[in-house]
């Protein structure tokens, strides 16, 4: 009676881990991962060629995350960020096609991120978006066609080193 019952301990731990549903979580930060909450407020960061910008970040799991030492390497995924103003794109070329770094134990079940990358806005002044509501969103698609997607709603307000 011993003998199935170890058995079967013995196969139930030697079982695989069960995958991980593929998801994504929109973030911020310029060196690490900070949580976006629904709401927050995010600075309007102007560039030091005059242009403006949001640090935004993602974390994901379940996808091919490629490799993040290699931009030519055909199985990193393609991210597009985007920022949405009273219906209108203002970041139509936030896309970024690298690897994704490995995410810190701490961020599980999410297994990779990128953290810190410009969604470059099409406006003239940061006065534009002062206190602006704007939707900000995320997809990360694979080489094997699979897309995780997140968004929020937050505000915005000039960066208080902007010139």
Same mark, same amino acid.
């Given at each position: 009676?011993? /003998?199935?019952? !170890?058995?079967?301990? %013995? !196969? %139930?731990?030697?079982?695989?881990?069960?995958? +991980?549903?593929?998801?994504?979580?929109l973030g911020t930060g310029e060196w690490d991962w900070e949580a976006l909450q629904i709401e927050d407020a995010v600075p309007v &960061?102007?560039?030091?060629?005059?242009?403006?910008?949001?640090?935004?970040? /993602?974390?994901?799991?379940?996808?091919?995350?490629?490799?993040?030492?290699?931009?030519?390497?055909?199985?990193?995924?393609?991210?597009? %960020?985007?920022?949405? *103003?009273?219906?209108?794109? =203002?970041?139509?070329?936030?896309? *970024?096609?690298?690897?994704?770094?490995?995410?810190?134990?701490?961020?599980?079940? %999410?297994?990779?991120?990128?953290?810190?990358?410009?969604?470059? =806005?099409?406006?003239?002044?940061?006065?534009?978006?002062?206190?602006?509501?704007?939707? +900000?969103? +995320?997809? /990360?698609?694979?080489?094997?066609? &699979?897309?995780?997607?997140?968004?929020?709603?937050?505000?915005? *307000?000039?960066?208080?080193?902007?010139?």
């Amino acid at each position: 009676m011993r /003998v199935p019952l !170890l058995l079967a301990l %013995f !196969l %139930f731990g030697c079982q695989p881990e069960a995958p +991980v549903n593929p998801a994504a979580v929109l973030g911020t930060g310029e060196w690490d991962w900070e949580a976006l909450q629904i709401e927050d407020a995010v600075p309007v &960061i102007q560039g030091p060629q005059g242009g403006f910008h949001l640090l935004l970040s /993602v974390r994901v799991a379940g996808l091919e995350s490629g490799n993040p030492s290699d931009v030519d390497d055909r199985k990193n995924p393609t991210t597009t %960020f985007q920022v949405e *103003y009273m219906g209108t794109n =203002l970041s139509p070329n936030a896309q *970024y096609i690298q690897g994704l770094e490995l995410a810190p134990d701490s961020a599980l079940p %999410f297994s990779h991120e990128m953290v810190g990358r410009f969604a470059i =806005l099409s406006i003239e002044s940061d006065e534009e978006l002062d206190g602006a509501k704007v939707d +900000v969103s +995320v997809s /990360v698609e694979d080489i094997h066609g &699979i897309t995780v997607t997140d968004s929020r709603s937050i505000t915005t *307000y000039p960066h208080p080193l902007n010139n």
